[in-house]
């Protein structure tokens, strides 16, 4: 904690300085000129103590004609002053590394001041950039000085370019600088890895003899130790008892108020994840998980909260004194470490309702390997708070190895007591009924870790064994729980999962929700499981491998902001925040279409189609303005992707002409609109109302409500049909064919009595007769008539030819069926008619006779003979000659 309190001081310092030198820059900037200056502006190779010749009168009116302008730019001298600070403090921590290679923590915080270093020499280049820039540019316009030969150039041009010439230098020597000086901040801090590596290597791997002489030693240490306890510990109790009870009992009010606050808030706002139901013999594996995982997840989380209030509010009272303030510390860690790993336990062993049990083991195995994972974190966290008591008092290596080698004994024989246990399920399958004994793979693997646990402690790897024996048991727990957390997650993402589960049906309830729509809430809810497992898992299992706290920051500042492939830098914050703002654009843009085609448009009684097209060029405008918008937040230069346009516009050159073709058809429909949305429209291909007019192909849903996706360009290139493109006025023609014995005239008063008589047709235009012809059977004529609506003219059609038969049936006007002759020749006159049609049908005519003639005889009535219908041809006259020539008629 006062290592905190001190990088915060510094940090306070820093800023200060920061500041200070801001100032200066700024005071420095407001200077308009100096002697160096005027000595640079001459161009002449001068000291700034020399003056400058009077006696030059063409110098001196350069001079004058030279606008004033200051020798250094503000951010050269600001580099300036940050360099020569930079190079102070690469010295400074090059030796303060050297003097700490003994001290992680030291390391670990001279390890970020490294990097922040290196991180502050690319922002002076980055600073220096755009002067650069203008000197070139400045640079270009003046152009190389004039060869032998030509004209000489003004003094003032001459001065102008040496003074931006040396600048340019000045600049390029200021980049070299910083660039020297961010490779010194990268050794450096490749050797400040180096040298934590070395220092955990020879830490963990650390012999000391194991005897009879280090066991007595060790005992006495340990009584002198206890003693010291009792005395240290007790006068700090005893002084704030008296001196500071009401400290001590606002601490104790507010911490006891905080539990209150924690631990029953989580079970009451999170019960339904947590709880199990007694009642259910049979809860669905997915349920199992999902209880497994928050009953650890929630309860540790407001366990590790309560824990952290309560040492901070000791802080905030001050009754935790330097030496006393870690050991409660490592005290408090203990408890929630057992919290922990007991409810990861319960929710996997389940030792009271093996209904819920993720594990088939039986019920007296569950309870028993259940109290020996808790035994093994509690030998655990009293190693750990003996450590941290053993390094406030400054007790000897000798009792520090002692009790190291007593715990990882016991953490041996609790797995050795694991490994001998018979937890597995009976053959009967009913968990009540005696256990069996672990496979064989699972108990040689506790055995011979127990084992070798004993042994690496006896040889003298006491550190080693201790810091495998805690990795068994916190790491073991973690990974376990990261894995129920994968599993939960996965198990929520599958199909028709998530609405089955108490959220699911919450959610589905409050917003009606259909199944689909929980799928993809389900599918959300278990990507998010996942990445709070990585997020809170890895950087635990980190810290218990011996990285610290500022490490995991430094890892996941460089992922999030400095991701290298080759020469790419990907920053996933930017990019991250170029997405939101792509997403918060669209955003904009739907409600400003809905906005203005409801508010605006609509109350300005538009066509729909002007409606549509506004609508839809404002939606592209604005996902264009959108995207730009979004890739400029991520940090993507759109320079670089001139060879990406170059690629582009080769295949659309090659294989997307048909679809940029579309495009730009999609555009100038979209502007000229030969027809809108509604229309009634008619092409090669097909008829119907347009529905949708986008950028690529326009949605035709024809009559019988097919839609018909019609490529735009089709459109363009082709004649397309529009029956409502000025107007919906349209002309219904009703054909009408009467006999040759009807009055024409007559018939074209009753045809436009009718069709005036109908409430759709139109008085003007008036409705005509036309008389288009003498047809084959009838007298052909057609009625025309106007509709204000041209859609409802198939209705009219119908109702008019309705009418207009009932009117003709009433005036007896026939409407005559067509008419042909048909004459056959037989034969000669005198000939049988049998003979004549056996010559037609030949031996069938013969058994028919035959059959006729005997049933006559018996005296049965001949069978009447069924008739097959004969197609009529279509020409007046058709002849069947047979023989002889003759000719008869019949109509």
Known sequence: MDRNFMRFDRLIAALLVAFMLAGQAVSAQSQTSSPSGAVQTDGQDQAPDQAVPTASPPAQTSVAATPAEPTVSPAISQAEEKLTAAETSITRLTRRVEENMTDDSSLVDLKVEVEELARSMLDIGVSLRPRLTEVKARLEQLGPPPAEGEPAEPDSVIAERTRLAAERAQINALTGRAEAVSVRANQLGDSITEARRELFTTTLFKRTEIGPAMLSQALSAFYAESGDVVRIYGSWANFVIAFKWQALLGWLFFSLLAALVFVPGAYRVFGGLIDRDPADDDPPYTSRLSVAFWSTVIPTAAMTALAATIYVLGQSFS????????????????????????????????????????????????????????????????????????????????????????SVF???????????????????????????????????????????????????????????????????????????????????????????????????????????????????????????????????????????????????????TEIRIGGIS????????????????????????????GSVMARGRMDAGVRNSIKTGVGYLGVAVAGLIGISAAGIDLSSLALVAGALSLGIGFGLQNIVSNFVSGLILLAERPFKVGDWVSTSSTEGFVKKISVRATEIETFNRQSIIVPNSELINSPVGNWTHRNKLG??????????????????????EVAQGHELVLRNPEPVVHFS?????????????????????IGVKTELSLRIFERLKAENIEIPFPQRDLNIKLGDDNEPVTVIAEKLMGAKFKGAASRDAAAAAAGDPPKPKRSRRKDVPKSKSDSFEDGAEGEGGDR
């Open 731 to 752: 002309r219904v023609d009703v054909p009408v064919g009467v006999s040759y014995d009807s009055d024409p005239r007559r018939l074209i008063d009753l045809l436009i």
């Open 410 to 560: 016991l953490m041996a024989l609790i797995l050795m007591a694991m490994a001998l246990g018979r937890p597995m399920v009976a053959a009967s399958g009913d968990p009540s009924d005696q256990g069996q004994p672990w496979p064989r793979i699972i108990s040689v693997a506790l055995l011979v870790t127990g084992v070798g646990l004993m042994a690496t402690a006896l040889m003298g790897y006491v550190g080693f064994a201790r810091f495998a024996a805690t990795q068994i048991v916190v790491t073991g727990a973690i990974l376990t729980t990261m894995y129920i957390g994968y599993l939960s997650g996965k198990a929520i993402s599958e199909p028709e999962a998530f609405a089955h589960t108490a959220i699911g049906r919450r959610v589905g309830e409050r917003f009606k929700l259909g199944s689909m729509a929980l799928d993809q809430f389900g599918l959300g809810a278990g990507l998010l499981i996942s990445l709070l497992v990585l997020l809170f898992g890895v950087p635990l299992i980190l810290l218990l491998w011996g990285f610290q706290i500022q490490d995991i920051e430094l890892w996941f500042y460089r992922f999030l």
């Open 773 to 793: 012809g003498f047809g084959e059977s009838s007298l052909d004529f057609v009625l025309k008539c106007h509709v204000a609506d041209v859609l409802t003219g």
């Open 570 to 597: 990907i920053s996933i914050v930017g990019i991250l925040f170029g997405i939101l703002l792509f997403l918060l654009g669209l955003v904009v843009t739907r409600w400003f279409q809905r906005w203005l085609d």
């Open 319 to 406: 009754v935790l004194r330097p030496d006393v303030a870690p050991v409660v510390a490592s005290v408090l860690m203990t408890l929630v470490a057992i919290f922990f790993v007991s409810k990861l336990a319960r929710g996997i062993l389940a030792p009271r309702t093996s209904a819920w049990r993720l594990v088939n083991l039986s019920n007296g195995g569950a309870r028993t390997l259940y109290y020996l994972v808790v035994a093994m974190v509690v030998v655990n966290g009293i190693d750990f708070v003996g450590d941290e008591i053993s390094q406030s008092l400054g007790s000897p290596v000798v009792l520090t190895v002692f009790k190291g080698l007593l």
